[in-house]
């Protein structure tokens, strides 16, 4: 029986496509290639939603047989699909070998599986360590980004999408090459996060993922390929201030990347020692020397998210402030002529029209000179984890309402805001004195916290906004209670928007 006669017979072709993608939205992965399989019209009625799921958005880590793979789709018919690449820090590593491993050789057999899942590890780990060493990883890179012609966004993130339905409520979209690893090792490829506490890495972990992030910029500058979309997600660690170091000989390479891009999300770390710089003829510490300096060359950015999850509270004031000035003349300095360096000019970002801030504690007048500097062309701003700090001591025992003060000062900011989200925010007294207070609006739980508006009514929606305020204050007696002096807001995953591929974790 021939194919023409096995479609015109065959009920499941007969079928209209709505019920047959239907039908295919609940097989699992293998089940769903072998209906692929059937035959060629099967093939042809599906091809065109299989290469939505998994050829839209795919996930690489830097090995050369995962690279390879972006390499060989970016070769493929479904070169023209693929639109968001997402690199993974993950890695064969010998600072994480696995415990089975440890073994004295008198205890293993020539033909014992162990040995060979060893031996496939320890040849694994090498390849890696050869591949990044030699820059091998950004001519793979820069390969494949040059056969992408609808590459819009480029990612980093330490985490596996849990939204891969198709395999159960536990499905993980995993790197390409992670399962193979596993499988040909019994090991997977290491995140190399030592504990749960936000920024708790060794220098050689913070060294890798700056690698991670320069490798990206260097082999898009190679590939002459633009995304208009560069995301930084980190859940376990943020970027340390060399990770944003442009070299000269580079220059010529990232900075046509940079300038552009229209969408930046950071999570920076102030992890490292602060750079001194001379201002105001007087040295000042700046732990965002070279993130200053990388932001410089955005200006054409319209989106700007950064999460300070990784700053101390006093770094983060400081980095606020500066993004609220505005670029002032040069002066001399009067300073003798040292090895110091000069304090990067604030950006002007003249394009921004959305401005998300996270993971902060702020005074609530520093807030608002940020979005004073950028109200020409802001639109839409988003607060996510941030809670607003009551600094005058003598106001220590008294439940001031920060976020109503708040709202009617951003009112009379005569912002032209058309959007706004606040997300699972709060308010504290002086430090080591009041304790933080949750916000919430209306009746909603405390872990899902959000509150959205659109439209064109600005000064009705924060007249909602400030009406809807539901503020848990604490008992009296805990007043005295001590506070939390660093950033970290809270220190499970951030979570606001409600994105199908959990992108937004830690986002605003």
Not at 196 to 203: D, E, K, M, N, V
Not at 256 to 262: A, D, G, I, K, N
Not at 399 to 407: E, G, I, T
Request: with cysteine; hydrophobic share 35%.
């Amino acid at each position: 029986m021939d194919s023409q006669t096995v479609a015109r017979d065959s009920r499941l072709l007969k079928m209209p496509l709505e019920v047959l993608f239907q039908i295919s939205d609940h097989l699992t992965t293998r089940d769903y290639g072998i209906l692929r399989l059937v035959c060629k019209h099967m093939e042809a009625s599906l091809v065109g939603n299989f290469a939505r799921e998994f050829f839209t958005k795919r996930q690489f880590m830097l090995t050369e047989f995962s690279l390879q793979g972006l390499v060989d789709i970016s070769k493929s018919k479904f070169s023209r699909c693929l639109s968001h690449v997402i690199i993974s820090p993950e890695r064969p590593s010998l600072s994480r070998v696995p415990g089975r491993f440890m073994v004295a050789p008198s205890s293993l057999t020539a033909s014992d599986s162990q040995a060979v899942e060893q031996n496939c590890f320890r040849s694994e780990c090498a390849d890696h360590l050869s591949l990044i060493s030699t820059g091998q990883d950004v001519v793979m890179l820069a390969e494949a980004f040059g056969n992408l012609p609808s590459l819009e966004t480029v990612e980093i993130r330490d985490f596996n999408s849990r939204s891969r339905n198709r395999e159960g409520p536990d499905g993980e979209w995993t790197s390409f090459g992670a399962r193979k690893f596993m499988r040909e090792t019994g090991a997977r490829a290491s995140l190399e996060w030592p504990g749960r506490h936000f920024g708790s890495l060794t220098p050689d972990h913070l060294v890798y993922l700056s690698h991670v992030f320069s490798a990206l910029l260097r082999s898009l500058g190679a590939s002459s390929s633009r995304p208009k979309r560069l995301e930084v997600n980190l859940r376990h660690c943020g970027l340390a201030d060399h990770a944003f170091n442009i070299p000269r000989y580079s220059e010529s390479v990232i900075e046509p990347v940079l300038s552009s891009l229209r969408t930046l999300f950071l999570e920076p770390n102030s992890q490292l020692p602060a750079a001194y710089v001379d201002g105001d003829n007087a040295l000042v510490p700046c732990y965002s020397f070279l993130l200053r300096k990388f932001l410089a060359k955005g200006q054409q950015l319209e989106h700007f998210r950064i999460n300070f999850r990784g700053y101390n509270q006093d770094d983060a004031k400081d980095f606020l402030l500066w993004l609220s000035k505005t670029p002032a003349l040069s002066t001399s300095s009067n300073r003798p002529a040292v090895s110091l360096l000069e304090s990067p000019q604030p950006v002007e970002f003249p394009k921004l029209e959305k401005l998300d801030i996270g993971m902060v504690k702020v005074e609530p007048q520093m807030l608002l000179a940020v979005l004073r500097k950028f109200q020409k062309t802001l639109r839409a701003v988003s607060f996510h984890r941030l809670s607003l700090l009551q600094t005058d001591p003598t106001l220590a025992q008294t439940k001031v309402d920060l976020w109503s003060k708040f709202f009617d000062q951003l009112f009379r900011l005569r912002l032209n805001l058309t959007d706004m989200q606040i997300s699972n925010v709060s308010q504290q007294g002086p430090l080591h004195v009041s304790p933080t207070v949750s916000v919430l609006f209306n009746d909603q739980h405390p872990t899902r916290a959000v509150r959205k508006w659109a439209g064109k009514d600005f000064a009705g929606a924060c007249k909602d906004f400030k009406e809807s305020l539901d503020i848990t204050w604490p008992p009296e007696d805990n007043q005295q209670s001590s506070g939390n002096d660093g950033t970290d807001v809270d220190s499970g995953d951030a979570g606001s928007d409600e994105d199908s591929d959990d992108d937004s974790d830690d986002g605003n």
